[in-house]
């Protein structure tokens, strides 16, 4: 069943522009240019129940508009959503029920209060029976390790334990789908991987639908299934994790090491860097086969070492970013997916 | 629990949140209640001044004059300038949290600043009658013609807290249609200025009898004599009568101002523009 879905969504913000040149300020009481910004333009995906989905994009794609669309916060300029079956411009309130949202950069706890008292206001505001916000309370403090948090100021609290508690509260009434904005951003690699655990485990457990936006690609990697990757507020890739990961692997990073000085120049293939005894080559698969390129470089000379690595996940989507328009990008990404399927 | 009794419970414990919050630091009211006091002094300096050469002005006795302006600083200070919290609030995005919550959301800032303005209020009223019978020996006394004794002091008393709660409810609801032109204006505090200057002139720093006559009656059909003239007016000058009508008129304004708030805050709430995380 489709949890999440939009169609041609678009929202347009108008800005206005100050008139440039001398008297600018005194000209611009009296007239005023407005300038449109398409921050989201003809989007158009869906999420099936119990997906986890990353939604990528560099900053200004239109991530976090897209996000903000999908919760009712924000009014498409076109287009349509739905999710749960529901619109969330028109029926914010009734969505509010069944959705839970977490926006890294924002906080729903009150600052110098302890989470439990952040807890209680939020039972209240989602109206769970004292009992119920009770036992949904002690099995989300057991679950994220909150015990000792609960009656900490959330001011005291660290970054990575704060947002533990944020996703928590975001979860006291039993969401169908959890939208997360950036809830990694500014964590150590240690509070990111226990951030990344509990949101597998939540989806693995509960069948809860995630929707989740993110710049780290660790998040992406361990755990979502599928990408949708916007881009200048449009779609640009929208296919599983799998086929992102094999494209990764149609570039192999490779590095060689000679006992001796050795001409490390191939035909056709020149090295990105080199040292006399030393190189290292970006190898398209699809342009160079990678035993040919070996054993070419095991015939220069004396081998001592040689690497293989796959692209970086990281790199693939850089490449998508790079594109300078959705056109370009959605071209270069049509070329690759041919490529990729010979691979295959 | 019935849908009503759990978006009483749900706003109920907002304002104790509030409340709760407002009172983790002694700190938080150090500064409201230095200037407060200092309010209260210098202006009871100036009203010896203008009394030194008549007794009364516009019916009003010095002692009357001074547990005035205590009474009526009373619901500024407790609702505070919670404007421009909540301009650079929807300015900035930091209401998404709010607006995807299943609740009321003007009801649901009412409750939450409503509960937060009550501790500061307290504190401040507290603080305005030590210095009222220090400085002045004692409360207003009652007009006999109003009655005598336990009964009508605590009927007064009565009055003038529901008269502080309906003026610093009013307050609230004037206050946050104004914040909702941030949804259509990038620069909306000449609005808010304006608000509190003719707060303070209609009713705040004076009692409106104390206005020319033609201006008191201009005034008196605005919202602003009822934010603090009204409690003020019924603390130093009780009568049932005007008690009677002030609240009465302090309830429709509250109406209004309510009805105004959900108003605007449904028509702009659709216009918000929040880029970015």
Sequence with gaps: MIAIEAKRLSKTFSLRVRPQGRLATIRGLFSSTTRMVHAVKGAEFSVDEGEVVAFLGPNGAGKSTTIKMLTGILQPSGGTARVLGLDPSRERKRLAWSIGSVFGQKSQLWFHLPPADSFRLLGAVYELEPEVLKRRTGSLVERFDLTELMDVPVRKLSLGQRIRCEIAASLLHGPKILFLDEPTIGLDVVARKEIRRLIAELNQTEGMTVFLTSHDMGDIAKVCKRAIIIHHGEVVVDESMKTLKHRAMAMKYLGVRYASPTDTVLPGLQPVKHTPTSARYEVDTHKHSLREVVQALASRGELEDITIEDEPLEEVISRIYAAKSGAEASASIAAAKGGSHDQA | ?277
């Design chain 2, 1 to 277: 629990m019935t849908r009503l009794k759990a978006r009483f419970r749900c706003y109920s414990i907002a304002a104790s949140t509030a409340i709760r919050e407002r009172l983790t630091y002694a700190g938080n009211f150090h500064g409201a209640m230095l200037t407060y006091g200092l309010f209260v002094f210098i202006f009871s300096r100036v009203w010896a001044g203008a009394y030194a050469r008549q007794s009364t002005i516009a019916g009003y006795t010095m002692a009357m004059a001074v547990w005035y302006f205590i009474i009526a600083e009373v619901p500024s200070f407790g609702m505070g300038r919670f404007f421009i919290s909540l301009s650079q609030d929807l300015k900035s995005g930091q209401v998404a949290y709010q607006l995807s919550r299943p609740y009321d959301f003007v009801y649901y800032h009412y409750a939450e600043r409503f509960g937060g303005s009550l501790a500061d209020a307290g504190v401040i009223m507290v603080e305005g009658l030590v210095i009222g019978v220090l400085l002045l020996g004692g409360v207003p006394a009652l007009d006999p013609a109003q009655g005598s004794g336990l009964a009508a002091e605590a009927g007064r008393a009565a009055l003038l807290v529901l008269s502080l709660l309906l003026a610093g409810s009013l307050g609230f609801f004037l206050q946050f249609s104004l914040a909702m032109t941030a949804f259509w204006l990038e620069e909306n505090e000449a609005f808010f200025w304006i608000y509190q200057k003719l707060m303070l002139v209609i009713g705040t720093l004076i009692p409106i009898e104390f206005l020319p006559a033609p201006v008191a009656a201009i005034a008196i059909w605005t919202p602003f004599p009822y934010l603090s003239y009204a409690p003020a007016r019924i603390f130093v000058a009780f009568s049932w009568a005007e008690a009677g009508s002030l609240i009465t008129r302090q309830l429709i304004w509250w109406a209004i101002a309510a009805t105004l708030a959900k108003a605007v805050f449904a028509r702009g709430s659709r216009r918000i523009a929040m880029n970015g995380g």
